[in-house]
């Protein structure tokens, strides 16, 4: 019942930086020291959190599914840190 073979399980096999990154997210924001934002370029308020860099595994970026795909499309650069919301 329980199939490794999925999607994420390949993923997270393929990214394993990027796979605690994320966790480490949910772990924050569930223990309040992150809190979720709304989307920077839309304000929509169901977001993903996007690192610039996994290394930096708490400083994320919230954007909504479609921003965070156009980001990635696009490249990482398309959008500036907006330091006033
Ligand atoms: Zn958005
Ligand atoms: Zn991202």
């Not at 199939?3 to 772990?27: C, M, S």
């Amino acid at each position: 019942m329980l199939k490794t073979n999925t999607r994420q399980a390949n993923w997270r096999r393929a990214n394993p930086g990027k796979y605690d990154a994320h966790l480490a997210v949910q772990r924050a924001v569930k223990a309040g020291e992150l809190t979720k934002q709304a989307c920077e370029v839309c304000g929509d308020r169901a977001v993903d959190a996007h690192h610039d860099r996994y290394e930096e595994p708490l400083k994320v970026r919230w954007l909504c599914r479609r921003h965070h795909i156009k980001l990635h499309f696009y490249g990482e650069d398309m959008f500036p840190i907006r330091t006033t919301l």
